[in-house]
DNA sequence: TTGAAAGCGCTAACAG
DNA sequence: CTGTTAGCGCTTTCAA
């Protein structure tokens, strides 16, 4: 029963033409009406299907889109993946996905993968930094960031904020005297949420419920985020009360339970990510602190299960799927000519936020 | 920059010897270590890479291996996901993902895609019937199902409770007597979770409280489930408290909300999926019933936020990622040869679940 | 309008 | 041990 596949040779053979005009009738091309007719008969009849492989080899065209991201555990990547899926579905183009674990070797691995695969066209929640996909961009290859940028190498001084309001203009930042290869990465496309705004509109709404011991919970692909908070809070900024996981939901319960204990005067903190938010109400309960009474938790990314806490958390949403969804368009156009995009975010208070009880 | 990717060719120029010795050096074939050397050198310096594309083509063989899920936007699966991109990665295989939504029609346009892939191999969680399924083996794809069967075409008598039990011997049912299309189906191999056991535990659990009045919350796929359901409480079974969503979060919501307003005497739901377990919450809170006072609650899987809800939730726990990563190892493995495999359930006891209180 | 033929990058015979 | 050659399935000139 094994039949293998119907090949154009076999279509072309019973339909009594050439391999050539089977090609044209099934790439819309020209033929009397009467061939096109047969051909298209004999090929649904033999159930052809024209093999990816040999068209993509013969037009060096690549086969489909990749799609990187840390972790599809993560609901917020899940969802993002679903966008990507969705537009990609409707160009009948597949995609190869890798999940990176937040691993930046990893993720170079999985794009020599995707090279491979002569998979020219790439959707990154990025790992590594510059020195990752400097290379890769220069290889040719077609990618658009999604809901991260690069980790920039460490400056002297905080250019967090700046490169935030330049991307507000759907920008972004130039390579202002920065190194060559950064410029080469911030050349790259994006599709972000607008991580400063949404930082800055939750830190103000908790300080305008009375709180001054903040504290910023962050994991990997967050310094976006964290620069908005040290800059909405700060200066000075008490470095104490800025603590970051691996990625991994041990790690994020061993940096909220330590956070925690170590400073148990704060009153508030901003989980950079649900499965921080995950870790911070886990490690609140399990030391007895109530929410919002003893502290109040703000977490990023709106995901199902945040309105089914109790309290039902107070979050800063971002639209996951769109994010994916457009970052797909952006890398189907592929045109040099794409800019980035910022999607707004939106505080959305539910009950996790309250008044700061606990006098200083 | 542009740089077009090196071709085998290119190496075997730049080093002095034909394409074949290239191929063979890289492919681990037998070579004077004087050439493997060069060879070897210039291909690094060159930063060579095969095309898959040129490989695949050639050796017919496929590329990669197909991921259908329902939504990975749905935890479960995006564990199952993780398990098969593990085992993917260490046998370095690319993995092409699809979502189906649940949808047969978009379920086999995804396997037409897979097919022009010239991807072979694949692994589902079906959403189709056997009618979606023969063709596809028969077309000489192999194929591994995981964490759901294809739905039989209901019979008259319920066969759900025999075929659960033969599948606990590891061997999917033999097709006693089925229509043809059927057996093709049931040949496939498939990666489950006790289903059976976890069901009839959960059903145990909950009369041992008192529990009379148990409903049944289900979406698609749980067709296994239910027919367990209903052996364990029953017969004979009030059908009303059996019902089904479609799939999405909304029908999930409506199908919860539904149920417990049309049946106020219900005193205990299960719901045969973490979505279906969210609605319910969710549901049951706008209703003003409290869990599990008024209502006790089993969800299926234990997805990470279970524990995040108050109380938090006792759940039939499924190995997600084991299960995907398992369902790889067989279809890379491939052979006829492979015979299903069924993982165990573990019931979780948490908070969600107490004593019957009201009087019947 | 159509067919013949030349490859795309690679591997597997088959000679040397 | 190594090079030459013939395709894998397809698109695309180039003639007819």
Redesign the interface.
Known sequence: ?????ATIKDVAEAAGVGVATVSRVLSGGSASPRTRERVLAVAAQLDY??????R??RQ?RT??IG?LVP?????F???L??GV??CA?SA?E??????TGDDPE?EAE?V???????VDRVIAVPSGGADTWTPVT???MTVVFAARLPAEPAADDDHGVTADLMLLDGVAPPSAGRAADVSAVSAVPAVLADDGAGVRTAVRYLRGLGHRRIAFLGGPGHDRRVAAFREAVGPPVDEELVVFATGS?DSAYAAASGLFQSRPDLTAVLAAGNVLG?AA??AARELDLRVPRDVSLVMYDD???A????PPLTVIAQPGRDIGYRAAELVLRGGRRTRSVVLPTELIVRGSCGPRRQPY
């Open positions: 029963m094994e039949a293998k596949r299907r024209p093999s990816a492989l040999g993509n080899l060096r086969g489909g799609l972790d599809l555990t993560d609901t990547f899940g969802q993946a679903e899926l969705a579905r009948g597949p995609v190869v996905l890798g999940s990893r999985l020599g993968m995707l090279l491979e695969q002569s220069r290889a040719g939901r995950e109400v886990l995901v199902p299960w309105e089914l806490c109790s």
